[in-house]
């Protein structure tokens, strides 16, 4: 992922201007570090299938960076976490004010769509892949789910609609990371769909995993704010840490199973972050 993060750092937003820090907000979070997972998913998938359109594929990639981050910033504003801490990093708010982070967050939502619409790739599939983040970033999708989250924060919610919560906060736009890039090779709509499925679970897992991290991490280690979650509708609150644990490793054990399904190239290419990720509350 070396030539993912290069690329990153020689492609920051730029937009030179007189206000005083509006071009910096744009690229804080992005240089902060996290997991980049979502590029990762994308990118060994083209790594291993079409190796000549790695390059092709790093906008897309950096795109889906761009969008994750601007839903990071928002999701960390006073109006909704109020958190002090993300990627180890004073939040934007703290940093600067509610308003820039705001507008950072929009710029990097509209930014990624423009990166996309840039890349050297066919038109056919930019409007694919354009049309894949817009549905599980959107109101359909992510959005969606934080809308859920924001609003029921006080009111308990079943199991089952925690699952949809975070099925749409969450997994769907790591989801939809593995759909573009099958996008990209053009591997056919089964395998694509099945890949889909596959990420949904696996955001879940994610989501799972960050409730227990909340309940036993500390900020230091975690490097975010923790102990953030006490009236949230998190799993360690509906279910208890040790039931919760248990549901990560019923789910973690099955998308092993469907990962040992896939073929070969597949499997190289989610193995790094299967082994890395799979069982990280462990």
């Known amino acids: 992922m070396q030539r993912f993060e290069t690329y990153l750092t020689e492609n920051l937003p730029q937009v030179p201007s007189f206000h005083p820090v509006y071009e910096a907000a744009l690229g804080d979070m992005l240089v902060a570090g996290g997991k980049r997972f979502r590029p990762m998913l994308l990118l060994n998938i083209v790594d291993v299938y079409e190796p000549m359109l790695y390059n092709s594929a790093l906008p ?7 969008f994750h981050t601007y839903s990071l910033i928002h999701d960390d504003l006073p109006a909704m976490d109020n958190a002090d801490l993300r990627r180890g990093h004073q939040t934007l708010h703290k940093r600067y004010d509610e308003v ?26 930019k409007i694919k892949l354009v049309e894949l983040l817009a549905r599980d970033g959107g109101s359909r999708g992510m959005v969606l789910g934080q809308a859920i989250d924001c609003y029921f ?16 906060k ?76 248990a549901e990560a490793d019923t789910l973690a054990k099955d998308l092993q199973r469907r990962f040992e399904d896939f073929d070969e190239k597949l499997q190289t290419a989610l193995a790094p972050l299967m082994d890395k990720y799979l069982y990280r509350h462990q």
């Open 60 to 66: 897309v990639a950096l795109a889906l960076e761009m």
């Open 100 to 125: 820039t982070a705001i507008l950072a967050g929009d710029a990097l939502n509209s930014d990624a769509f423009y990166l996309i619409a840039k890349a050297p790739l066919r038109a056919d599939v």
């Open 153 to 168: 924060e006080n009111t308990p919610l079943t199991i089952d609609q925690v699952k949809e919560l975070h099925k749409n």
């Open 170 to 245: 969450t997994a769907k736009l790591i989801a939809v990371s593995l759909q573009m890039g099958a996008v990209i090779v053009g591997l056919d709509t089964i395998v694509q769909q099945a890949l889909y499925d596959f990420g949904i679970d696996l955001g879940l897992l994610f989501q799972i995993q960050d409730d227990i991290i909340d309940e036993t991490q500390s900020e230091e280690e975690a490097g975010k704010t923790t102990g953030n979650d006490g009236d949230k509708n998190s799993f360690v609150n509906l279910l208890g840490l040790d039931a919760t644990v």
